[in-house]
């Protein structure tokens, strides 16, 4: 399968009065189209610093981001980024929230509402089409959250830490619930996350970082057998103890 | 709808006893303060002349209410408040906005806000005459003076804390700084508006009065500074309450629509 991703030497410093503070060194690695990879990290290595160079709110300092071959800044491919919070505005309602992206870039026409609600429904929101975000729980304003982020029809998935806002239990719940959806949809997704129980459950393949400045310790893949898919059904499976362990081996080394 | 249990039905009845008994004693208060005050100036305690008294303003309100000057006078000056409110609002929305969209400018003009805005107004109102004539002009710009740096100053620092994960949210979105201000920040400041709404309406009033008293020839203002020459007390004193109930009345109406756009919004 070909890259849909390449970022190769990317560099990324912070500048201040007080000085510089380099956030991300020498980073490369590729995606392949329909992967879900997942960067883990210590908190600090610059993961969210990555996601906004991927999405292009910041530019890099040196090296390239290419997405299916075309450089970053000349690609018209379009980056659904997902944030830690669900960030649902409350005076708009579900509907005119998840329209949000659509209305920004004037693509919200009868056609694109009718999808929404298709959306909506299969994603079992539409009761909730005319509601407030606070009258929703929070399992389902991250899926509605996703379906604002999903309407844009993204080439890339990019994530950060969606989840860590939950409780544990909602956390297990939606992290099954839009892994599975993201998987269905054939989707190029990037995760960014400190959870590595949560990295191997969802993950094709693991990218660590390292402190400050970030750069890849390593990338390991974590395949499992083709019925353990749905990332609850992998914390049960004997692989994942296996992976975690070396995982974590890779974190605590050298550091 | 079921019955509410024994005990809510309890904790109901007391608090709707304490809010009555709150009621009369503000009513009390009310009316003991009228009745020592009108005895006093009947039983020559105070010098009615100076102090005037109840009846005597309420005498004073039905004659100038005949003749309706005392509508005229309130009107000007409610007139003149709601011209600068609304002017105040929309200076104080347009500039906050344009300070919050130019790092520069906000950081070149910062001084001379904090300079403007701490300035005692009334220091301007001899100027103003100058320049304006003594006229509605005057009066109005001197209001406008007394509350709108404060409200720029306000709304811009209430816009400079919008959330930046929900501008980066608009930014990965394909937004601009137009869809940042359309849609995050003027929606989310709302609330802030509102409430500095309150405080403007408030200082509107302190303003027009202040131009009033310096360059008027109708108005509450023009009143009190005539009645005060002229030693007409009950003139004085009863433009002073109309003016309490004016501000009250006013204060009053955005609170109410505050509370109702809440309610649609939450």
Aim: hydrophobic letters at 45%; glycine letters at 6%; aromatic letters at 8%.
């Amino acid at each position: 399968m070909k890259s849909k991703l390449e970022v190769k030497d990317l560099c990324y410093s912070y500048h201040t009065l007080e000085g510089e503070t380099q956030a991300l060194s020498n980073i490369s690695f590729n995606v392949k189209e329909g992967e879900f990879f997942v960067i883990v990290g210590p908190s600090g290595c610059g993961k969210s610093t990555l996601l906004s160079l991927l999405c292009g709110l910041i530019e890099p300092e040196s090296g390239t981001i290419a997405i299916d071959g075309v450089p970053g800044k000349d690609s018209h491919a379009v980056m659904g980024y997902m944030l830690q919070r669900d960030h649902l505005f409350e005076w708009r309602t579900i509907f005119d929230n998840v329209s949000l992206g659509l209305e920004i870039n004037h693509r919200l026409d009868e056609g694109s509402r009718k999808e929404l609600d298709h959306m909506l429904d299969t994603y079992g929101l539409l009761q909730f089409r005319d509601a407030k975000p606070a009258q929703l729980s929070g399992g389902m304003r991250q899926r509605a959250a996703l379906i604002r982020t999903l309407a844009l029809k993204p080439d890339i998935l990019l994530l950060d830490e969606p989840f860590s806002a939950l409780d544990y239990q909602t956390r297990l719940e939606v992290c099954d619930d839009i892994s599975s959806i993201i998987r269905t949809q054939k989707k190029t997704a990037i995760l960014i996350t400190h959870d590595l129980s949560e990295a191997i459950s969802v993950a094709d393949r693991i990218l660590v970082l390292s402190s400050r400045p970030g750069s890849v310790k390593n990338v390991i893949p974590v395949p499992f057998s083709d019925q353990c898919i749905r990332p609850l059904q992998r914390r049960n499976a004997p692989e994942f103890t296996m992976y975690f362990n070396q995982i974590w081996k890779e974190l605590r080394d050298h550091d | 709808m079921t019955e509410p249990s024994l005990s809510q039905q309890e904790f109901l009845a007391k608090e709707k006893q304490h809010r009555l008994q709150v009621k009369i004693c503000r009513s009390m208060v009310f009316v003991l303060l009228l009745a020592v005050w009108e005895l006093c100036a009947q039983l020559g305690i105070i010098d009615s002349f100076i102090f005037s008294s109840p009846i005597k303003i309420w005498g004073c309100f039905l004659k100038m209410a005949e003749d309706g000057t005392i509508f005229f006078h309130t009107g000007v000056t409610l007139l003149e408040t709601l011209i600068s409110f609304f002017l105040v609002v929309l200076i104080g929305v347009a500039a906050a906005v344009a300070l919050w969209a130019s790092r520069g400018l906000s950081e070149v003009l910062e001084p001379y806000l904090v300079m403007l805005n701490s300035l005692p107004k009334s220091a301007l109102a001899p100027l103003l005459i100058v320049w304006l004539g003594n006229n509605m002009k005057t009066v109005i710009v001197a209001a406008v003076s007394v509350a709108v740096f404060g409200s720029i100053l306000t709304l811009h620092t209430g816009f400079m804390q919008t959330d930046p994960d929900k501008i980066r949210l608009i930014r990965s979105l394909g937004g601009t700084k137009r869809d940042i201000l359309t849609k995050v920040l003027i929606p989310s400041s709302i609330p802030l508006i509102v409430s500095n709404m309150k405080v403007n309406v408030g200082l509107c009033l302190v303003g027009v009065i202040i131009g009033e008293f310096l360059s008027a020839r109708a108005g509450l203002g023009y009143l009190i500074i005539y009645a005060s020459q002229v030693f007409k007390m009950d003139l004085l004193v009863m433009s002073i309450v109309i003016l309490c109930i004016l501000s009250t009345v006013l204060y009053q109406v955005i609170a109410e629509s505050e509370k109702r756009f809440l309610q649609k919004h939450r």
